[in-house]
């Protein structure tokens, strides 16, 4: 191989990992539609906002072609990818078409190329090898978004539910302090941007439904519909009997905050028990085969050096 062609190849990777990060990245960044509402309500704009709003429109306008390849059938917006999105904060009309256009893209890039690359190499290679290979890159380059977006909703939703025990000891002391329910919640939302401003974001639409006169139930039955936690869940049920039988909700919600601490200290010791498991592999397959170099090496060298003389003699 010439050294033109090397320098072709690493400029068309180059090329193409941008590409393919960029619109990955814009397609994964959390995005959150409706700052004018947010600001005609008196809502903040570095919570609520989209800051790149335009360019992922912009984004998805150039790649609807591309994202045509990948779209299900009519009714795909009920299903639970919308579902899934609101689950790792991706709430932007557009985060959709450029998800789609990222799995087409993808599974019709890493086979170009890999086809590319056996072009300029000129390598002599099985048609069946090279349908194999074709097709085991277009499945990783489609299924990789779905591993993306797993993993992003994996990472939002630990953070909600590390900080919705500290979120709600706050709503606690608002309400103790003589404020309402609504209140409270609108004011946990504004001093939660500091610890996570994942859940600041979330308690800020809670705000801006009840402001535009969605019921409380309704309003918190959306966000364990965006967040997709069980914790919320449970809150919402506790929270409608508490309204049905008259009990007292900063009682009940501090019952409810003393259970959530109790599940995210067992979380935690869950992932320290794990530790042992996890260091295991590294510890066999990395530490213990250059450990036992290092020991053995001149031993065995040693050895065979004096089995050598003798076998010699």
Request: net charge positive; with cysteine.
């Amino acid at each position: 191989m010439s050294n033109m062609q090397i320098y072709f190849l690493a400029l068309l990777f180059l090329g193409v990992s941008c590409f393919v990060f960029s619109l990955l990245w814009f397609a994964l960044r959390p995005a959150i539609s409706g700052s004018r509402l947010n600001e005609a309500v008196g809502g903040e704009p570095g919570i609520s906002a989209a800051p790149g709003g335009q360019w992922l429109s912009r984004l998805a306008e150039l790649s609807r072609p591309l994202a045509n390849l990948a779209l299900p059938e009519a009714g795909w917006e009920a299903s639970g990818l919308r579902i899934r999105l609101m689950n790792a904060g991706l709430r932007h009309r557009s985060i959709p078409m450029l998800y789609f256009a990222a799995k087409a893209g993808l599974a019709i890039g890493l086979p170009a190329m890999f086809m590319v690359f056996l072009g300029l190499s000129r390598m002599s290679t099985a048609g069946n090898a090279i349908l194999s290979v074709v097709l085991v890159l277009a499945s990783i380059g489609y299924y990789l978004p779905n591993v993306l977006l797993l993993l992003r909703i994996n990472a939002y939703q630990r953070e909600l539910f590390e900080a919705f025990p500290d979120a709600m000891d706050l709503i606690i002391v608002c309400i103790e302090a003589g404020l309402g329910l609504d209140a409270a919640i609108a004011r946990t939302g504004q001093e939660m941007r500091l610890r996570s401003p994942a859940l600041a974001g979330e308690l800020h639409l809670v705000t801006l439904e009840l402001r535009v006169g969605v019921s409380r139930e309704q309003a918190l039955q959306n966000l364990a519909l965006r967040t997709g936690l069980d914790e919320v869940a449970s809150l919402v049920t506790m929270l409608r009997q508490a309204d049905r039988f008259g009990t007292s909700i900063a009682e009940s919600l501090r019952v409810h905050a003393d259970s959530l601490r109790t599940r995210r200290r067992q979380r935690a010791e869950e992932a320290a028990a794990k530790i042992p498991l996890k260091l295991l592999f590294p510890l066999i397959f990395c530490i213990f085969p250059s450990l036992m170099l290092v020991l053995l090496g001149p031993a065995v060298i040693s050895i065979y050096r004096i089995f050598l003389k003798n076998l010699g003699s």
